[in-house]
């Protein structure tokens, strides 16, 4: 089992619908949990980081970490083309090692 | 946000040369620094973790003595590609760990550097 996993996608949705982007882990006791951003040929961009159970709010981006079903999922409203991107979901469990997911390619259809 | 910045961007060399990219955290200190590569249309591979003042560990496959990483302050880290083959071609990125209160820790990742090699 992979410590970090995504649906690969590709996930379309039109422009102005809600995209959701779900990941699951398998260390229980993982503290740590972020959502990257990357564009074709360009590197990871941090976009959100959540700790605690419940939702986080910044802009059009929500992330939600369910610590009890091990799933942190990311909501993007609003969805524009400019969202059109892979976005890596990543985790950091108490040893202090960081795992990534393989991405969600997402597209926003004008 | 934290910035990390790579150099140079972009490389084209020759068969056997060698070459070294240069990881910087700029505006922060790292004890841990990471590099990655990347495939066209595949995943990030951990190739190895950096930490300031000892030797990298390196990720199962990843040959040590092919792929030279030096960690020689909080804010920079080098990987040098030793006699580089085409096959080496690839987009290399680093990412500078961010250490926060309470166990925040978070990477940054630099722009990436991407190798051809002829």
Redesign the interface.
């Given at each position: 089992q992979k410590e970090v996993e995504q649906n690969s996608g590709p996930l379309s949705v039109p422009e102005g619908a809600i995209a959701s982007l779900n990941c699951t882990y398998s260390d229980r006791v993982s503290?740590?949990f972020?959502w990257?951003r990357q564009y074709s040929?360009?590197?990871?961009?941090?976009i959100m980081?959540i700790?605690s159970n419940g939702d986080k709010e910044d802009g059009r981006f929500t992330a939600q970490l369910n610590k009890a079903s091990q799933y942190v999922s990311l909501l993007i409203r609003d969805s524009q083309p400019s969202d059109s991107a892979t976005y890596?979901c990543?985790v950091?469990n108490t040893g202090?090692q960081?795992y990534?997911?393989?991405?969600t390619s997402l597209t926003v259809i004008p | 946000?934290a910035v990390v910045s790579q150099h140079p961007s972009r490389v084209i060399c020759k068969s056997g040369t060698s070459v070294k990219i240069e990881c910087r955290s700029l505006d922060f200190q790292a004890t841990t620094m990471?590099w990655y590569r990347q495939f066209p249309k595949q995943?990030?591979m951990?190739m190895a973790t950096s930490n300031e003042g000892s030797k990298a560990t390196y990720e199962q496959g990843v040959e040590k003595d092919k792929f030279l990483i030096n960690h020689a302050s909080l804010t920079l880290s080098t990987l040098t590609v030793t006699s580089a083959h085409p096959e080496d071609s690839s987009?290399y990125?680093c990412s500078a760990k961010s250490s926060g209160a309470q166990?925040?820790?978070?990477?940054?990742?630099?722009?990436?550097t991407r190798l051809t090699v002829l």
């Open positions: 503290q740590s972020f990257y040929g360009k590197s990871p961009e941090l980081s700790y890596l990543a950091k202090n960081f990534f997911g393989t991405g | 946000g990471f995943s990030l951990l987009f990125i166990g925040t820790d978070t990477q940054y990742f630099g722009p990436g």
